[in-house]
């Protein structure tokens, strides 16, 4: 039965974690989201930061960081069009075995104004990434380490891992349509398709795990109620293998009128089945702010006290905007 275990384990293990990094904050990691999102925003250039922490409290917890820089090339010959050009970092720890994730992503996108006030843009993206995991085998324990009597956890697992580190590369695509509504009244609808090409992630050569594609489905909007206030509710379905999320929810904008500090944003979502989310975001001159964390409502809840995972984001714009022949709003607002 040499390797049995093992076998066995890389299996489980693979099938449970062939899944993509999570952030609740999904509209704060457009790139992640959607890579037609890539340069879809209100001025030249956007450098963003999500960190996220989860299941601290009852087990190892989960550390998800990503990094991304992503902006607009106007000058492009097609009439009414521009390109989005970023680069996206994603690092993740999982579990008692340090399964680690690493990703380096290339998103590109297309955007074409499709009418005269520019109320209709429509964008097309796509983006190539290079994977790696590893696993530290050395954090497991095996049946053969057990003597009869005791478990004895420095003698010999008489295992072999076939690879500590597997690579590979996936590709990505998406859609995105900005519409405005009137000068009150905005949406935008996306849809995005992950990893078109199924590629083999497993550390064993037996196993035959391929990573499942993953969708991603979402509608953001922003309401305009007075001049001190602005709705802005979202709704979101994501679906890989088994596994599948509904998320509904909103914010609700407090424009300060303040130099500094211009809005401030209350609200929440609810993971259908799975957790409520706060959320509480702040704009600061050309940051936005982002906190959130996780109430844990399934039947994990037993084990976890209802404590799930705290979330930070960070997003920094800047450039020219004068330039930028786009609608004076947010055409998918950084804050959500």
């Known amino acids: 039965m040499k390797n049995f275990f093992y076998i066995l384990f890389i299996i489980c293990f693979s ?25 879809n925003f209100n001025n030249t250039n956007r450098i963003i ?38 680069i996206l970092f994603n690092t993740d720890k999982a579990g008692d075995g340090d399964f680690g994730t690493n990703q380096i992503k290339i998103p590109v996108s297309f955007n074409k104004i499709l009418n005269s006030d520019s109320s209709l843009i429509l964008s097309i993206g796509e983006n190539i990434a290079f994977n790696q995991n590893s696993l530290n085998f050395q954090a497991f324990y095996f049946g053969s380490q057990f003597n009869g009597n005791k478990f004895i956890p420095n003698s010999s697992t008489n295992e072999t891992p076939v690879n500590a580190n597997i690579s590979y590369f996936d590709f990505s695509a998406g859609i995105n349509l900005y519409h405005k509504i009137n000068n009150k009244i905005f949406f935008n609808y996306g849809i995005a398709y992950n990893h078109l090409n199924k590629p083999k992630q497993s550390f064993n050569n037996v196993a035959n ?14 309401i305009f109620l007075n001049k ?18 509904f998320d509904i929810g909103g914010l609700l904008q407090y424009k300060t009128h303040n130099i500094n500090i211009s809005s ?5 979502q609810l993971r259908i089945k799975d957790a409520i989310i706060i959320n509480m975001l702040l704009d600061y001159k050309d940051f936005s702010f982002g906190l959130s964390y996780d109430i844990n409502v399934s039947t994990l809840k037993i084990a976890s006290n209802g404590y799930g995972g705290l979330e930070l984001s960070v997003i920094y714009t800047f450039g020219n905007t004068n330039n930028i ?3 004076n709003v947010k055409q998918c607002p950084v804050f959500m």
């Open 15 to 39: 099938r449970t974690y062939s899944q993509d990094i999570h952030f609740s904050q999904y509209n704060n990691s457009p790139l992640n989201l959607n890579p037609a999102l890539t340069g």
């Open 49 to 86: 930061l999500n960190n996220r922490s989860q299941w601290r409290s009852i087990t190892v917890p989960y550390k998800t960081f990503s990094f991304s820089y992503d902006r607009k090339i106007l000058d492009f010959p097609i009439k009414k069009s521009f390109l989005g050009l970023g």
């Open 209 to 222: 795990v391929n990573l499942d594609s993953k969708i991603n489905v979402y509608v953001n909007s922003f």
């Open 228 to 245: 001190n206030f602005n709705a802005l509710p979202s709704i979101a379905y994501f679906n890989q293998g088994k596994y599948k999320e």
């Open 264 to 268: 401030v944003y209350f609200g929440g």
């Open 325 to 327: 022949k786009i609608p």
